[in-house]
T-cell receptor, first 113, second 114 residues
Framework: IAGITQAPTSQILAAGRRMTLRCTQDMRHNAMYWYRQDLGLGLRLIHYSNTAGTTGKGEVPDGYSVSRANTDDFPLTLASAVPSQTSVYFC????????????FGPGTRLTVL | AQKVTQAQTEISVVEKEDVTLDCVYETRDTTYYLFWYKQPPSGELVFLIRRNSFDEQNEISGRYSWNFQKSTSSFNFTITASQVVDSAVYFCALSGPRDDKIIFGKGTRLHILP
């Protein structure tokens, strides 16, 4: 059982380029989430999806977009990357609703130059 | 608004010492849920525990214990007889009854020195 996979593991990207971070889960969880982790700021929610076909904005959504065409996949797109988007990105999934824990992927380390 | 404060940014203790990680939360909900996650050096976050606001019993799991005090809005985490493998960043988190998402604290980096 893979749980949650993220790709790529790491990426160096030129500013202005478009980039999609991939996230796939095999636990049939309804809810999926994208976070970024920055030193001193902890984990901040970018976007989330309660179920396939729906998405919502988190704390820091600007510059990012997501889609949820099916239960398993939840890609995060940076339309035009900027250096401030240099971060470690974590995808997570869960049963949804606040009382359920979330399960995290291994993360993607993104550097925008 | 919901908020989680982990005042200890970084802690270092010598192996076998006990250590407590503090977590203070703010919420207007009467029903809420508290979590602790561990992020070892490998980077992947690992779920440790969930606590419901209506269950104030403390929890013990091996060397780990959690002290939930509604009166002080705290949910502290104690590691007894710490080991080097406990070195990690620990996150406390909070969610409400209808929330779609969890609010994380900024984390406490714990160093266990051999």
């Amino acid at each position: 059982i893979a749980g949650i996979t993220q790709a790529p593991t790491s990426q160096i990207l030129a500013a202005g380029r478009r980039m999609t971070l991939r996230c796939t889960q095999d636990m049939r969880h309804n809810a999926m989430y994208w976070y970024r982790q920055d030193l001193g700021l902890g984990l901040r929610l970018i976007h989330y999806s309660n179920t396939a076909g729906t998405t919502g904005k988190g704390e820091v959504p600007d510059g990012y977009s997501v889609s949820r065409a099916n239960t398993d996949d939840f890609p995060l797109t940076l339309a035009s990357a900027v250096p401030s988007q240099t971060s470690v990105y974590f995808c997570a999934s869960g049963l949804g609703a606040g009382y359920n824990e979330q399960f995290f992927g291994p993360g993607t380390r993104l550097t925008v130059l | 608004a919901q908020k989680v404060t982990q005042a200890q940014t970084e802690i270092s203790v010598v192996e076998k010492e006990d250590v407590t990680l503090d977590c203070v939360y703010e919420t207007r909900d009467t029903t809420y849920y508290l979590f602790w996650y561990k992020q070892p050096p490998s980077g992947e976050l690992v779920f440790l525990i969930r606590r419901n606001s209506f269950d104030e019993q403390n929890e013990i799991s091996g060397r780990y214990s959690w002290n939930f005090q509604k009166s002080t809005s705290s949910f502290n985490f104690t590691i007894t007889a710490s080991q080097v493998v406990d070195s990690a960043v620990y996150f406390c988190a909070l969610s409400g009854p209808r929330d779609d998402k969890i609010i994380f604290g900024k984390g406490t980096r714990l160093h266990i020195l051999p």
